[in-house]
């Protein structure tokens, strides 16, 4: 982001918190990319980038021939501006352009745990914090003033769903395999703008427990909703990722200084730094209030038509890998 960050941010509904990318989620991501503050809840992934900027190369006029006059020096000029033109064309940076997301080739590891707590009630944790219900379908308090239900629709199939302010945010159908090890994930969160983002997550048990009651790891994710992220030119030397749905591009300047990602944060909140590897890869590295949060790379295929976004999150064995295909 990431993502994968115009504000690299993370909205995490699955645990009712939304968080700023410093994921964030990331994510780069933030690239759109930037989640970061990103609760390890799984995530309405919304990474937010930002496009790296071609360097204008200028052309620079002799001043020291006053004597001449201004007739004569108008060829000189158009040669000048015409030669900067070319210049600023031939060192645009690769990065630039429009990218479309590879669900196929990329990773976004989710882990969530169910505990059984005997009959019918369970603790959930999507990552941003436990959550007790009892599963009978009902609506029940959650986390940052969700309402969280589950219910045991049969046997191997349960419904999730977490509302809010009398609107429902998202739904999961959960389906468990024959042996009890497999769950598939069916996530849909519904966006007040009437969109909807779909994504299916398969998951393996670790360790044990029965039924739903495990701690699940994923080990495949698909998003089934396009995800665009486009790159432009920022000021003289630096690139903005944007992504649908951001408030505003992720600028980012290659000098490695950290800047601050809100202008009113006073030094406080987040705020990213960037530099070159090379031409092909760039790293980015996120914090929140002076802490790292998030390092985000980025990097270009050999022929320019890949690029690859690595979101590694502190406090997270497992990186994101977004990778997206030039359109």
């Known amino acids: 982001m990431f993502d994968f960050v115009a504000t690299f941010s993370i909205l995490d509904k699955r645990s009712g918190q939304i968080g700023n990318v410093q994921r964030a989620y990331f994510s780069l991501g933030y690239f759109e990319y930037a989640r970061i503050e990103r609760p390890n809840d799984r995530v309405a992934r919304e990474l937010d980038w930002q496009s790296p900027h071609c360097n204008m190369a200028i052309g620079v006029l002799p001043s020291e021939r006053k004597e001449a006059c201004v007739m004569k020096r108008i060829p000189g000029m158009l040669a000048a501006i015409c030669l900067a033109t070319s210049m600023a064309c031939l060192t645009q940076s690769p990065f630039i352009g429009k990218w479309e997301f590879d669900s196929s080739r990329s990773r976004t590891p989710d882990e969530m745990k169910v505990q059984s707590q005997g009959g019918n009630k369970y603790i959930f944790d999507f990552g941003g914090g436990a959550e007790t219900i009892v599963a009978d379908g009902t609506d029940q308090p959650g986390l940052q003033g969700t309402l969280l239900s589950a219910k ?176």
């Open 152 to 327: 045991q629709e049969a046997p191997d199939t349960w419904i999730i769903e977490r509302k809010k302010d009398g609107r429902l945010m998202l739904r999961a159908t959960w389906k468990l395999s024959a042996d009890g090890n497999t769950l598939t994930d069916y996530y849909r969160e519904f966006e007040q703008d009437g969109t909807t983002l779909s994504l299916d997550y398969v998951y393996q048990r670790v360790g044990g427990g029965s039924g739903f009651a495990a701690d699940w790891q994923s080990i495949k994710e698909t998003r089934n909703t396009p995800l665009w992220l486009e790159v432009k030119a920022y000021e003289d030397d630096g690139l903005a990722f944007n992504t649908p749905g951001q408030q505003k591009p992720l600028n980012v300047k290659f000098d490695g200084t950290e800047r601050a990602m809100d202008s009113a944060s006073d030094g406080q909140g987040p705020a990213v730094s960037a530099r070159k590897v090379d031409e092909h890869n760039v790293v980015m590295t996120f914090k929140n209030n002076g802490k790292v949060t998030l390092t985000q790379e980025v990097g270009l295929s050999a022929d320019l038509k890949t690029l690859t976004i690595t979101l590694r999150f502190v406090g997270r064995e497992k990186p994101d890998v977004m990778v997206y295909q030039r359109q």
